[in-house]
């Protein structure tokens, strides 16, 4: 199963907006250019998010997109779905073989599980480990 950059992106959207969530609007322009991404695809991606009642915006001079829920209750399936569709690492699964199927429903359950498990705090909450901690060692 591959998520293209509908999914990378929106899920990068999501997180920003948990990030500072409480705090009002975010532009997709700020986000645009703190990750550098084309804001035009972030717009493209946004308005899905909206209509399936994801995110909210905010019209005007101090306006943007802020959560439609807290960053506790939506997942990154949430996300992932709307914007790449049903999770599936294969086409036709009930098609293929019994050892084949099984094997490609415990993949999709699995990936569905860890995605269904992780919310929008979880990822915001997420400390980059390769940060420098301070501390140089030499051998």
Known sequence: MKISTKGRYGLTI????????GEGPVPLRQIAEEKELSEAYLEQLVSPLRIAGLVKSVRGAYGGYLLALSPEKISAADVIKVLEGP?????????????QRELWIR????????????SLQDLANHKDDTEYDGYMFYI
């Open 14 to 21: 999501m997180i920003e907006l948990a990030k500072h969530y």
């Open 87 to 99: 999770i599936q690492p294969v086409e036709g699964i009930e098609e293929e073989e019994s050892p």
């Open 107 to 118: 993949i999709r359950d699995a990936v569905k599980n860890v995605l269904d498990t992780t």
